[in-house]
Structures are given as structure tokens and as C-alpha cells.
């Protein structure tokens, strides 16, 4: 099955900075990655994503990066708030089963003011 | 308005005694999903299914079963549950595999 690995686990910055999270994949033929975003005590919801005929896609202060040959992707926030503080998910699904969603363990994001 | 609704939001039960964790949708979405999160371990996939009478196994089926009698619908049955069954569960719908997902606002079970 599908190995999605997340790093840093956990992630401090200071207001206004940028934060990444990184994410690798095992099966190559994974082409859809999307990240979601879980505040305390809430559901997890979906922020962006990316299919794999697609190298970057942006959304505001939020882009999304896509390495198909090395098989990694990355989430970027830029001039973080307070706000964006929370627990981010990458997830990749398998290009060939359908349905099979894998997530990796999270990354708790911290932004100090 | 759209939502993803499961019931109940909250469960203490005790080993063996079998219970049910309802899901429902209001999209007319095809494919929903159940999983359970544990700290440090993310979210896991249960079960999911893609259609009416399709469903499959995810990640950690063992313990569980669902069915897929109506769209809308899409229980979660623990038939015997067990300490290690203790987790959130969320339920999550979407249009279509590789669409956005919609989850639920989750399921905190305890079995003693």
C-alpha cells in the first residue's frame, strides 16, 4: 500500500514568517495530494490540492508544491497569522485503487505573535 | 445547507457490546469514508464506498463493518468493540473519488 511520511511533526514560527511542511510518497502512481487542516477540537478541512499533472498551484497565502520524480510535495504558508495555527494533513491517493485515501501523521503548527 | 452530520458525537460503551455510528450526507455524494484518528498516528482509513452496495476495506478494517444501503447513509458497526477501539471516528463524503472531502464533526468512543 501507500507510505506517506510528513515532516516536521511539529513546527514553530513567528508571525509573519513563512512555514513548510513536507511530504513524501512511495507509490508512484499516486495523483492526487491533498492537504487538509484541523483546528482544535474541530474536523479536519480541506485548504488545497493537487493533481499530479500539475507541478504548483497557489491560493492566496497558501501554495502547494508537486515533485512526481522525487516524489515528494510540499505545503507553503506564507506571512503566517495566529490564525493559521493548527494540525495540517498531506494525504495522497493511489493512482491505482480507487477510493484508498492515505494521510500522513500531521504536522502541529504553531505561529507565535 | 450542506453538511455531514454522525451521531452520536459522543460514546462511552464497555467491551462487547455491539453499537452503531450513524453518517449522513445531504450533497448527494457518491463516495464516503470512515476513519480514526489517534494521536500521533493521523487519520486512518476504516472503510469507504464509492457508490450504493460498493464498499471496501481501508487501511484498518478489522473490528468493523459497514453497509451502503441508501446515498445518503453510511454506518459504522462495531459488532463487538474492544479497548483499542477507543479513538475518534469521522465520516467524510465527497462528489466523486479525488474530489474534496467533507467530514463529519467526529465520533469520540470510549469502550472500557
Known amino acids: 500500500g501507500e507510505n506517506v511520511e510528513q515532516h516536521p511533526s511539529t513546527l514553530s514560527v513567528q508571525e509573519g514568517d513563512s512555514a513548510v511542511i513536507k511530504c513524501t510518497y512511495s507509490d508512484s502512481a499516486s495523483n492526487y495530494f491533498p492537504w487538509y487542516k484541523q483546528e482544535l477540537g474541530k474536523r479536519p478541512q480541506l485548504i488545497i490540492d493537487i493533481r499530479s499533472n500539475v507541478g504548483e498551484k497557489k491560493d492566496q497565502r497558501i501554495a502547494v508544491t508537486l515533485n512526481k520524480t522525487a516524489k515528494h510535495f510540499s505545503l507553503h504558508i506564507t506571512e503566517t497569522q495566529p490564525e493559521d495555527s493548527a494540525v495540517y494533513f498531506c494525504?495522497?491517493?493511489?493512482?491505482?485503487?480507487?477510493?484508498?485515501?492515505?494521510f500522513g501523521r500531521g504536522t502541529q503548527l504553531t505561529v507565535w505573535p | 445547507e450542506a453538511q455531514v452530520t454522525q451521531n452520536p458525537r459522543y460514546l462511552i460503551t464497555v467491551t462487547g457490546k455491539k453499537l452503531t455510528v450513524t453518517c449522513s450526507q445531504n450533497m448527494n455524494h457518491e463516495y464516503m469514508s470512515w476513519y480514526r484518528q489517534d494521536p500521533g498516528l493521523g487519520l486512518r482509513q476504516i472503510y469507504y464506498s464509492m457508490n450504493v452496495e460498493v464498499t471496501d476495506k481501508g487501511d484498518v478494517p478489522e473490528g468493523y463493518k459497514v453497509s451502503r444501503k441508501e446515498k445518503r447513509n453510511f454506518p459504522l458497526i462495531l459488532e463487538s468493540p474492544s479497548p483499542n477501539q477507543t479513538s475518534l471516528y469521522f465520516c467524510a463524503s465527497s462528489r466523486a473519488d479525488r474530489e474534496t472531502q467533507y467530514f463529519g464533526p467526529g465520533t469520540r468512543l470510549l469502550v472500557l
Open positions: 494525504a495522497a491517493k493511489l493512482g491505482s485503487t480507487l477510493g484508498r485515501l492515505y
